[in-house]
C-alpha cells in the first residue's frame, strides 16, 4: 500500500511540474513604442495555435484573432488609435492555458498592468471518486459545487492555496446527471460526471 502511495505521489508531483513548466513558457508582453501603438508579443515553447481577444471595460469584444498556423513567437504591431480611453483586457488562449494583461489607454497614452496566467483544472471521475487538482497562480478564492440534474447539492470552499487537490466520493449517489464545476477569480470551469 505505501508503495502504491508513493508512485501515485510521484505521478502527481511529476504532472504539476510539468504543468509549471509550461504555464511558465506562455508569455504576454504589451509593449507601448508611442501614444497609439504597441507591439504585443506572445511566446511559448508549445509550437501550438492561439487566439487573441481584446474587450473593453464593458466586456464587449473590440478585436478578436486566430492564429492560421502553429507558432513558438509572435510579435505584431498594434495600433490602437481608434479605441476609446479606458480600460482593456488582452487574453491570449492556447490549449488549457489562458494568459491575460489589462491595458489602460488614457488621453494618448498607454499602460500596462500585470500578467495574470490561468490553466483549466484537471478532472476525472473513476471507481466512485470525483478528484480535482487546480495550480491557483492568482491566489484566488475558489469554491467547488456539485449538481444534481442542474440542482445545486454540495459546496466546498478549497480556501486560496496554490495546489488544489481534492476528492469526493460519489460512489453513494443514486444515478442521474451530475456535473461539478469550480470557480475561481471570477471564471468557471465545469465538468459533467460520468455517472451513470
Do not use: C, W
Not at 137 to 166: A, C, R, S
Amino acid at each position: 500500500m505505501k508503495t502504491m502511495l508513493k508512485v501515485t505521489l510521484v505521478i502527481a508531483f511529476a504532472a504539476i511540474a510539468n504543468t509549471l513548466f509550461a504555464v511558465g513558457n506562455l508569455k504576454l508582453n504589451i509593449l507601448p513604442v508611442s501614444a497609439e501603438k504597441a507591439v504585443v508579443t506572445i511566446s511559448s515553447l508549445t509550437n501550438s495555435n492561439f487566439s487573441i481577444t481584446i474587450n473593453n471595460e464593458n466586456d464587449q469584444t473590440v478585436y478578436y484573432n486566430e492564429s492560421s498556423v502553429a507558432s513558438e513567437n509572435y510579435r505584431k504591431v498594434y495600433n490602437f488609435s481608434d479605441l476609446d480611453d479606458g480600460t482593456y483586457k488582452l487574453t491570449v488562449v492556447s490549449g488549457d492555458f489562458t494568459t491575460e494583461r489589462q491595458f489602460e489607454k488614457k488621453r494618448g497614452v498607454i499602460n500596462v498592468f500585470e500578467e495574470r496566467t490561468t490553466i483549466k483544472p484537471f478532472f476525472d471521475y473513476d471507481a466512485g471518486i470525483l478528484r480535482l487538482s487546480f495550480l491557483n497562480f492568482t491566489n484566488d478564492k475558489m469554491t467547488l459545487y456539485l449538481y444534481k440534474d442542474n440542482q445545486l447539492i454540495h459546496t466546498k470552499t478549497l480556501g486560496k492555496g496554490f495546489i488544489v487537490n481534492e476528492a469526493l466520493n460519489l460512489s453513494k449517489l443514486e444515478f442521474g446527471k451530475y456535473s461539478a464545476t469550480l470557480t475561481s477569480g471570477g471564471k468557471d470551469y465545469y465538468y459533467n460526471i460520468p455517472l451513470k
